[in-house]
């Protein structure tokens, strides 16, 4: 290995697109090598290398240490890895990719709400039929732990690895463990929802590698990538807000702590301009103020970022390097 950060992105559809516009908000390009390579790297940042993976592929990668870096769904981390709170750490929950794994049954089992109603299900359809309950599904461990969270036993998992709603029409199982977002998949297929049969709430994760070989040059190149997100991040939460100073307005800096929520970055110096970080919902409320204490103009700018040299983000993964291996 060369030494550099590489990380693993989604090759296709969704999930790349909304990986690419993440990277993007913290001024980060991604280049795809001669177009639509598999290969790729980040503007600006030579010690970067990207490979575009599928989605479950990134989970292995992150396991097996190949990747350091990497976007995918927490759903494919918990199914895939054997042990994933030891070997990989998920820094960022990234705002997209949302989907709930969920044990759905057809909309026709009335008097079947509640994993123990499936269960009651389960024990009858056994001794009636002679054989057990099948329940379709790809995500097969997270289904085998969830069931036995709730004493379900007597059913049995049969492989499905596409059309997952459609098993219970089909006649291929009775019950399916899959993934929903909008919720129009069951729908269409008559299947509903177990009340508590919610497995995982799953959405789009950053997630580090802790078995991976961490260079000098893949940590430094990880920390500049973790402060711009989280710089970026900080930035998007306020409005930098300018006014004149009047002697040293430390009463005043108080007071808009107090009932701003204002955040005063550089401290309350003698410099002649104030410069107030405001949650954009009480911006006006402030001006307001601000034109009753007699300033006349404040300036309201939207900081791109706000970079903090004690970033927790940055320092949880070197944390955990340390500790992890
Ligand atoms: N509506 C959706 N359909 C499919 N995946 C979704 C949806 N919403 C979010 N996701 C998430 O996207 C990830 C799966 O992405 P994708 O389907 O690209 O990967 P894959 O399963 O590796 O590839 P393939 O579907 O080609 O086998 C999962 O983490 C999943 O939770
Ligand atoms: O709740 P909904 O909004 O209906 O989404 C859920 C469906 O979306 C996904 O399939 P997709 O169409 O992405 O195809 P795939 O199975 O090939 O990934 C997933 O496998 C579900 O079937
Ligand atoms: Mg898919």
């Known amino acids: 290995m060369s030494g550099k950060l590489v990380i693993g992105l989604p090759s296709k559809g969704r999930l790349q697109e909304n990986a690419n516009a993440f990277f993007a908000r913290a001024g980060l390009k991604v280049r795809q090598d001669g177009g639509r390579g598999y290969t790729g790297r980040l503007d600006g940042m030579a010690n970067v290398e990207i490979a575009f993976l599928s989605a479950s592929e990134i989970a292995g990668q992150l396991e097996q240490g190949i990747i350091h870096l990497g976007v995918t769904g927490e759903d494919l981390i918990r199914e895939k890895l054997s042990a994933p709170e030891r070997d990989v750490e998920l820094l960022l929950p990234l705002g997209f990719g949302h989907a709930d794994v969920v044990v759905a049954v057809p909309q026709s089992w009335i008097d ?23 329940v379709a599904t790809k995500y097969f461990n997270l289904t085998r732990s969830f069931f036995a969270e709730h004493g379900l036993t007597d059913y049995r998992i049969v492989e499905s690895l596409g059309a997952t709603e459609g098993a219970p029409a089909a006649g291929t199982a009775e019950v399916i463990v899959d993934i929903t977002s909008t919720g129009a998949t ?14 995982l709430k799953s959405q789009a994760n950053l997630v580090a590698s802790l078995g991976a070989e961490w260079s000098d040059a893949a940590l430094k190149a990880a920390g500049e990538i973790l402060d711009r ?24 800096l108080d007071e808009l ?7 005063l970055p550089f401290g309350n110096g003698v410099a002649p301009v ?52």
């Open 112 to 134: 079947v709400a509640t994993m123990a109603d499936l269960d009651d299900v389960a024990l009858a359809f056994h001794t009636k039929r002679g054989r057990r309950l099948r």
């Open 186 to 199: 069951l729908a269409a297929n008559n299947l509903k929802i177990l009340d508590d049969g919610t497995i």
């Open 229 to 252: 997100v989280s710089a970026q991040a900080r930035a998007a939460k306020v409005i930098e807000v300018r006014f004149a100073g009047e002697g040293d307005d430390a009463a005043l």
């Open 257 to 263: 702590k107090k009932r701003f929520g204002v955040t």
């Open 274 to 325: 104030r410069i107030a970080h405001c949650p954009e919902a009480r911006l006006y409320d402030l001006v307001a103020f601000l034109y009753a204490e007699g300033r006349d103009t404040v300036t309201a700018v939207r900081a791109d970022y706000v970079f903090e040299a004690k970033n927790p983000l940055r320092e949880r993964l070197v944390a955990r390097l340390k500790n992890g291996n």
